[in-house]
């Protein structure tokens, strides 16, 4: 599932799905990505 949010797609940029990568995926990405999917308590 992870593999398919933004953070991670972005932070491995051209690379095949199947291709090894250490990219790093930033805080600051996931942040921004996370922040959007937050549910306020009414």
Do not use: C, Q
């Amino acid at each position: 599932m992870v593999r398919r949010e933004d953070p991670w797609i972005n932070a491995r940029g051209e690379l095949p799905k199947d291709e090894p990568s250490h990219a790093i995926i930033t805080k600051e990405s996931m942040r921004k990505f996370y922040k959007s999917r937050v549910i306020e308590e009414a």
